[in-house]
């Protein structure tokens, strides 16, 4: 059960816009933001950050950031942004094929090998300590360009603030990624944790 319960999004009128950025991204407004929306400020904030983070302009495919995300995730552990950053990545057009393989990553076919190592690279930079090694810069320089490991490391940092207030806040998680989470993840090892009750 989480620390603090989630308001209604219609508590905060003014962050209907601020909302429906976060409904375009999940189909939902997620129990993350209903409870930061004491602090109105700190939702229109992050609403910029993710616009600027997730940007439809940017060079790195929408869907792959949301794996990004995901595995930085993994590293910090939160089980809540590791289901939901699968719902945002089958949204934006990874298949469920593709999610369903996502623990043989490194061998399955479905993943490149520049995908493979980006995601080395999300699972090192999302890890404490930071696990990010000349060598592996080096690999990710062989397939990605400089603009777009800035956008990779900005999915893993936008994460990381997500991370440390889901699993600090032990936010509920929602139906859709729950679900997601026991498709795709249990066979690793997920259970919800401490965000399902």
Same mark, same amino acid.
Request: hydrophobic share 45%; charged share 20%.
């Given at each position: 059960m989480a620390h603090i319960q989630p308001l209604d999004k219609s508590v905060t009128p003014e962050l209907a @816009? !601020?909302?429906?950025? #976060? @409904? !375009?991204?999940l189909? #939902?407004?997620p129990n993350s933001l209903l409870t930061m929306q004491r602090k109105p400020e700190m939702v229109k904030g992050f609403g910029v950050l993710t616009k600027a983070v997730m940007s439809?302009?940017?060079?790195?495919?929408?869907?792959?950031?949301r794996l990004i995300a995901h595995f930085a995730s993994r590293a910090a552990g939160c089980q809540y942004c590791e289901a939901h950053s699968l719902i945002?990545?089958?949204i934006h057009g990874v298949s469920q094929e593709k999610l369903d393989a996502i623990w043989e990553y490194q061998s399955s076919e479905l993943y490149s090998d520049a995908e493979r190592v980006a995601l080395d690279y999300a699972l090192a930079a999302g890890s404490v300590p930071n696990g990010v090694t000349s060598e592996l810069m080096d690999r990710m320089k062989q397939?990605?360009?400089?603009n777009q490991i800035?956008?990779?490391?900005?999915?893993?940092?936008?994460?990381g603030f997500l991370n440390r207030w889901n699993d600090?806040?032990?936010t509920d998680l929602e139906a859709s990624p729950a679900a997601m989470g026991e498709r795709v993840?249990?066979?690793?090892?997920?259970?919800?944790?401490?965000?399902?009750?």
């Open positions: @816009e !601020d909302f429906a950025i #976060f @409904e !375009d991204i189909g #939902f407004v439809k302009t940017g060079e790195v495919d929408l869907g792959f950031m945002a990545a089958n397939h990605w360009s400089e800035v956008e990779i490391l900005g999915a893993v940092c936008l994460y600090s806040m032990a993840l249990t066979k690793g090892g997920w259970d919800g944790g401490k965000h399902v009750s």
